[in-house]
Every structure is written in C-alpha cells, then in structure tokens.
Nanobody, 123 residues
Framework: VQLQASGGGLVQAGGSLRLSCAAS????????VGWFRQAPGKEREFVTG????????SYADSVKDRFTISRDKAKNTVALQMNSLKPEDTAVYYC?????????????????WGQGTLVTVSS
C-alpha cells in the first residue's frame, strides 16, 4: 500500500485547508486511518483518526471542534478538513494506515505512512 498525502500549503491564521490521503496498490477500507503531524523540533503527534467504517472518529484536544476527518470508501481516500487554523498548527502532516479496524493515537499501530504534506499557518 502506498499513501499519498496532499493539500498542504500556506494559509493565514483563521483560514482553512483540506488535506487528502489517497491509497494505491491496495485498499485501506478495512483499516483505520490516522493523521499525525510533526512540527520542527517536536515529536510526531496524533491529530485525528477514523475507524474502518467511518463511523467512529477521534481527535486530539488541540484540534477538536476545528478539524474534521472523513473517508470515502468508494474513492479509497481520507480527508482532513482543517478550519480556524492557528500558527501552532504549522507542521508536516502525515496520513497512515492502521494495523487494525479502529484508530489509535499510538503511531506504533500504524503500518503504512504517506510522505507528508507541509501546512504553514502565518500569524
């Protein structure tokens, strides 16, 4: 499975971006998908995850009520809608396919990772 994350860019604080994660080579429809981010000099952190069906989602407290994860199983994609962006959201965002059906904040239970897409939020 290869994951391709896209949609990053430069946006002003308060703006929005929509990231997309596309899978190729094999469907990830039976697996959870997570989004993680890594800011310069910081460890990779969990942002949000969605279970295999799309019926259950989880969010880091820092992005709750601002970010929304969704999946389109027919298109084999997962999207991350990011609203009310803050400078502290600046990071490289990675999508990852989980080993299991349910999402987890633990990066060790994600097997395949995309290459990352840079999100920069200016103040």
């Amino acid at each position: 499975v290869q994951l391709q994350a896209s949609g990053g860019g430069l946006v002003q604080a308060g703006g929005s971006l929509r990231l997309s994660c596309a899978a190729s080579g094999r469907t990830f429809s039976n697996n959870a998908v997570g989004w993680f981010r890594q800011a310069p000099g910081k460890e990779r952190e969990f942002v949000t995850g969605i279970n295999w069906s799309g019926g259950t989602t989880s969010y880091a407290d820092s992005v709750k009520d601002r970010f929304t994860i969704s999946r389109d199983k027919a298109k084999n994609t997962v999207a991350l809608q990011m609203n009310s962006l803050k400078p502290e959201d600046t990071a490289v965002y990675y999508c990852a396919q989980g080993l299991y059906a349910n999402a987890s904040p633990n990066p060790r239970v994600y097997r395949y990772w995309g290459q990352g897409t840079l999100v920069t939020v200016s103040s």
